[in-house]
């Protein structure tokens, strides 16, 4: 029996960068960032907050929304690739703000696959009985790692959090059904961050070069996420019997509203039972999911019963699908 997501949840910084703001800072256009990825705004996150605040917010809200104390919480595992510290964990300094007992709590680098990474353990520690309530969380902070100075890639993120509280399925056709997941660490200097870790440590020339900042081979990952994301889509839809017809939401990664289509396009689904917030926050790495769950279920597009399907792609390159019913 698989695990259900019981709460979902979401933090979102009050502070709002429009394409239009984005005019002002480098050379790019409302028109040319609509038209290439889908974003119109995204949000960022104000000085003083940390990544881990917005951890906290969203996983308050989930388990809220779950019924679910933080007594009753066994384990906590945030997905993100912009932690508040490389050491220790952002889910280590959530851990007091949540009131969390003494639990083993850390931090899952897969990028944008964090989320989907993450509800994957936690149906395994589920089923296996060493826990009956995971929260799983998407938090990013991308604006304090992006180049303000480069157009092809600080136009493209925001920052958030969304938080699930996953526990126990209520029968065999309940929560996770099926799931895929891989990387490919051959091809993993196409996008990082290369500055800030042991290989690169900070040093005047790594911040007067902005190494500490996204570097990504825009087109290159584009062309691999396209192919990865409907290839793993299919490969839970076939393990399941089910096929796209089934499917009442499709929740994807939302890098660019282009590789969205492509994947709907290449695996049978449709733009119509799509849930789509690109435009609303741009890429928020492993909080894009559980991000778009949140306001899907808030706006009544996702309820009860509803058979999900979700697929991510991200720096790695790491994917992930998975179907499951809500
Ligand atoms: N405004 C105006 N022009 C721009 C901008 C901008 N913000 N950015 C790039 N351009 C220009 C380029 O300089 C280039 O100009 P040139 O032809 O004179 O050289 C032109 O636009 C075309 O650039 P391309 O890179 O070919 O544009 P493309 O259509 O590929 O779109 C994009 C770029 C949006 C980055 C796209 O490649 C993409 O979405 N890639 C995937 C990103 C992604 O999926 N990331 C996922 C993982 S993120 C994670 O894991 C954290």
Redesign the pocket.
């Known amino acids: 029996m698989g695990a259900r997501i019981m709460g979902i949840g979401s933090a979102v910084p009050p502070k709002v960068l429009t394409n239009k703001d984005l005019e002002a800072i480098?050379?790019?256009?409302d028109e040319?960032?609509r038209s290439?990825?889908g974003i119109a705004q995204r949000h960022v996150l104000e000085d003083g907050v940390d990544c881990s605040d917005l951890v906290t917010e969203a996983a308050q809200k989930a388990m809220a929304a779950a019924g679910v104390t933080p007594e009753e919480i066994d384990v906590m595992i945030v997905g993100t690739?912009t932690p508040d510290t490389v050491f220790p964990s952002t889910a280590c300094w959530a851990q007091p703000k949540l009131g969390l007992r003494r639990i083993p709590v850390f931090d899952l680098s897969a990028?944008?696959s964090g989320f989907l990474y993450g509800y994957q353990l936690a149906d395994s520690l589920i089923e296996t009985g060493k826990a009956k309530h995971v929260l799983v969380i998407g938090a990013e902070a991308l604006s304090r790692v992006l180049n303000w100075q480069d157009?092809?890639t600080c136009?493209?993120?925001g920052d958030g959090a969304g938080a699930a509280v996953v526990g126990p399925a209520e029968g065999d056709d309940d929560g996770l059904l099926a799931h895929s997941w891989g990387a490919d660490g051959s091809v993993a200097r196409l996008?990082q961050q290369p500055a800030g870790g042991t290989r690169m440590p900070a040093t005047e020339s790594t911040v007067a070069d902005r190494m500490h900042t996204?570097h990504?081979a825009?087109?290159e990952?584009?062309k691999h996420?396209v192919k990865a994301m409907q290839r793993a889509a299919g490969e839970v839809l076939s393990q399941n019997g089910h096929t796209a017809d089934d499917v009442d939401l499709f929740v994807p990664h939302q890098?660019?509203v282009?590789?969205i289509k492509a994947t709907v396009d290449r695996a049978g689904l449709s733009m119509d039972k799509t849930y789509l917030v690109l435009d609303r926050y741009g890429?928020v790495?492993a909080a894009s999911i559980p991000m778009a769950l949140a306001d899907a279920v808030s706006e009544g597009r996702l309820k009860r019963g509803d058979l999900v399907l979700s697929a991510s792609?991200?720096?790695g390159f790491t994917w992930a699908a998975m179907l499951y019913r809500w």
């Open positions: 480098v050379d790019t256009s040319w960032i290439r990825t690739a990028a944008c157009r092809n136009v493209l993120f996008l996204v990504m825009g087109n990952v584009f996420a890098a660019n282009r590789i890429n790495s792609f991200g720096a």
